[in-house]
């Protein structure tokens, strides 16, 4: 099995928790990169989760097309095909980062397509999509997040949502690197009184500690991951002492009642990951270092072959070396051990569910 089902999903997140580990997202924008994910992966002996974002979803549907769904699904039946020759590991399907203003042209018509082939016996194409709602008051947040779970739950689908901005930019998405970069114990509270804690369907969940996207130099970022282990011990003595109601559909495990998601990872360092694995993150966006890497084999390829891959002074230049699949070839290879990498880091390396 290599496209995960609804019920091998939730194997994989409750395996990480449990566990105390957590699997690299990978995001991707083609069928290379695709690829050198599932390669990377299986390179590891992890499972993990690749994922498209809501450009990189306009992006795979053509540049003149730019349809989000058909972009997305596209890579989904890609993806399905090709992943049947990676038996020995697990990968989820995952849509990243949308915003409120493409809910209605992406991630809704996903979950209704999704509820549909439910219907029809079959599994959804995709296992998770992610409503970003960072940008928005938390009520408004949650008010789309209790909507897009019921969705979600029709659809046999995980549901990340985002509480807290995160720096940066990212898909047009931008924040500013201040102090509201920090969720609150109040903050999670509210989110378990509203959307549960699994009972109402199964989310995961971006607190926000210090989190920037992008490519920065040490000292710019201020992580505390330490304000997780607050987050998930706050709503643990909630529950304990009876101030949110208990139930026995529950995804809770003692100090871990909520599944963490860790984005705007880059720059991070191995002591900061650490910790933030180490109070429920199960999941981590990695988006910047795999693009890094894949771009940088392309640059070293044609500064290395430049009279190659260019007809210089006349000449012919060398078929093989601009043939794409040469450099990209390497592109796969470099974004593939930057994978290996990441499931090293976060612990998944050699977990594989069997």
């Known amino acids: 099995m290599t496209i995960a089902t609804p019920e091998r999903y939730a194997e994989m997140l409750d395996a990480a928790r ?57 890579l989904a039946e890609f993806a399905h095909e090709v992943g049947k020759h990676y038996p020995n590991v697990t990968i989820a399907l995952h849509t990243d980062h949308c915003a409120r203003q493409y809910l209605d042209e992406w991630v809704r018509p996903l979950l209704d397509i999704e509820a549909e082939q439910v219907r029809r ?72 009184r509203r959307l ?18 992008g490519a920065y130099k040490p000292g710019v970022v201020k992580l505390r991951p330490e304000l997780l282990g607050e987050i998930q011990h706050g709503v643990w003595e909630a529950l304990e002492t009876g ?10 495990i003692p100090d871990k009642p909520f599944e963490l998601v860790f984005h705007g990872g880059s720059g991070s360092t191995p002591e900061e990951i650490a910790r933030a694995v180490s109070h429920g993150v199960v999941k981590m966006n990695i988006d910047t270092d795999t693009q890094y890497a894949f771009t ?20 012919v230049g060398s078929k093989k070396e601009y043939d794409p699949r040469s450099w990209g070839r390497e592109a796969e290879d470099s974004m593939a051990a930057r994978v290996v990498e990441a499931c090293r880091q976060l612990g998944s390396a050699g977990k594989a569910l069997k």
């Open 243 to 252: 101030q949110l109601p208990k139930s026995p559909d529950m995804n809770v």
């Open 18 to 74: 449990r566990g105390g580990y957590a699997y690299p997202a990978i995001n991707v924008t083609s069928t290379q990169t695709l690829n050198a994910a599932l390669q990377g992966f299986a390179d590891a002996e992890s499972d993990g989760i690749i994922q498209v974002s809501v450009g990189g979803a306009a992006y795979l549907s053509g540049q003149r097309v730019k349809d989000r769904v058909a972009g997305s699904l596209a």
């Open 121 to 192: 016996g079959e599994d959804p194409i995709f296992q998770s999509h992610m409503w970003d709602g960072s940008t928005v008051p938390l009520a408004e947040n949650l008010d789309v997040a209790e909507e897009l779970l019921a969705k979600s739950r029709a659809a046999r689908t995980v549901l990340e949502i985002e509480i807290g901005a995160v720096g940066g930019e990212e898909d047009g998405q931008s924040a500013e690197i201040n102090e509201k970069l920090y969720s609150t114990v109040d903050d999670a509270l509210a989110v378990a």
């Open 296 to 315: 940088r084999a392309v640059a070293g390829h044609m500064f290395r072959d430049y009279d190659g891959v260019l007809k210089v002074d006349g000449e």
């Open 196 to 213: 549960g804690l699994g009972q109402d369907g199964r989310y995961i969940a971006a607190f926000t500690f210090g989190n920037v996207h």
